[in-house]
């Protein structure tokens, strides 16, 4: 079976090629290049102001999170899942040169027969905890209040989502330029960096349908009949063969396939917000490499060929997800991260000045590519499993 067919029949697609053709023709906004939409100031017509406003959830990997949750008993799982839906909304907007004052309003609706008020106080609680832990970093955000609604006959297990805005000068925003000769800096997913407290596999919050039901036993099928949709096909449900429980071992620490999967999504908005301030100017473009993964770029740029030749070592989720999948490696970076989910476009010497302030964050950063001029626009990219096209 392809890959591909895989996906269609779990229904989901990394290309979201049906909500691209839903929107296609809708207003861009002021800056069409901007990796999120940026409107005037509505609030009060200052024309030297801007708002952003953008919403996301955690996705599928909530229902990763219930399964890990029922066998384990772990609240503290439920934390890393507001993480997850917090920085698929802050990443992106950190990726415009918004990183700090913005406002959140939550969304949650839950099936109640399953998820008890307890899994919602760990979720409350969980938002309020990353909200003070991220004013260390000088980023403030303001929780508005939100949505917890009881929706069993829509919501098998839970779903959980925030909407986030900000208001700021256009002088301050990051509009995608990306030019020929702009080297890209890739900025590492996994390690564990200055403000994390454990390894964090990189998984990050995209293809988590997949890495679930490709990685993991049909022992959770039998035991979970809630945690998947039940139009889908069997032979798609669960085809992988390990537990959530069992050990993996990456440089002489053990980990569980659970704590791998479930690595709470990492923020790169202390780092952009450091680097904002140092070289904004140097800055042609920001890339949150979320879905689509390493073909992200490709709805930023006009007649270009970006290059991507020296690319992080594919850390050992993503190793363990293709093993277990068989998925093609050219669908793998469609897919997942793999190794960087966050580029910044600029010149060869800012890159090294660029680099050198992540680093400080225990983070690794790499030029990992450049830019070409082309007729049309590809992402040409050479890994150690094979150079792949993308257009």
């Known amino acids: 079976m392809s890959d591909q067919s895989k996906y269609n029949q779990r229904g989901v697609s990394y290309s979201k090629s049906e909500v691209h053709n839903a929107i296609k023709g809708m207003d861009k906004g002021l800056y069409p290049m901007a990796f999120c939409k940026v409107l005037p100031d509505f609030l009060s017509n200052d024309i030297e102001y801007c708002n952003l406003m953008h919403a996301d959830t955690a996705g599928t990997k909530t229902s990763l999170a219930y399964l890990y949750w ?25 990726a415009v040169g918004a990183t700090s004052n913005i406002i959140l309003s939550s969304t949650i609706g839950r099936n109640k027969n399953l998820i008890p008020g307890e899994v919602l106080t760990a979720i409350i609680q969980g938002c309020a905890e990353i909200i003070e832990e991220l004013k260390a970093h000088d980023i403030e955000l303001h929780l508005s209040g939100g949505e917890t609604a009881d929706v069993g006959d829509i919501v098998r ?14 002088a301050d925003l990051v509009i995608n330029n990306i ?18 407290s454990t390894y964090n596999s990189g998984i990050g919050s995209n293809g988590l349908t997949s890495a679930r039901h490709d990685t993991l036993s049909k022992y959770y099928a039998d035991h979970y009949p809630e945690a998947y949709d039940p139009n889908t096909p069997k032979e798609v449900i669960f085809t992988g063969s ?7 071992i990456i440089d002489d620490q053990e980990f569980t396939v659970g704590d791998l999967l479930l690595s709470p999504t990492r923020t790169f908005l202390p780092v952009l917000r450091r680097l904002l301030i140092t070289h ?10 979320t879905g689509g993964a390493q073909t992200k770029v490709l709805k930023f740029i006009e007649n270009k060929k970006i290059v991507k030749n020296n690319l992080f070592e594919t850390p050992p989720v993503f190793q363990m997800i293709q093993q277990e999948s068989k998925t093609d490696w050219r669908e793998m970076y469609q897919v997942f991260n793999m ?6 476009y600029t010149n060869l010497d800012t890159a090294n000045e660029l680099i050198d302030i992540i680093r400080t964050f225990n983070i690794d950063a790499q ?17 150690p499993y094979g150079n792949f096209m993308y257009s």
């Open 70 to 94: 029922k066998e384990t008993g772990n609240l503290d799982i439920w934390k890393g899942i507001v993480q997850d839906a917090l920085v698929m909304n802050l990443d992106d907007m950190g």
């Open 157 to 170: 297990t839970i779903d959980v989502g925030y909407t986030t805005f900000a208001r700021m000068k256009k």
């Open 367 to 383: 030029i990992i590519g450049h830019v070409e001029n082309n007729e049309g626009n590809l992402v040409d990219l050479r890994s």
């Open 280 to 289: 904004k100017d140097s800055i042609d473009g920001i890339i949150h490499c």
């Open 242 to 248: 390990k537990r959530l429980t069992d050990a993996i």
């Open 179 to 196: 030019k020929n000769g702009n080297v890209i800096v890739g900025i590492s997913s996994s390690g564990q960096c200055s403000y994390e």
């Open 339 to 344: 190794g960087h989910r966050l580029e910044i």
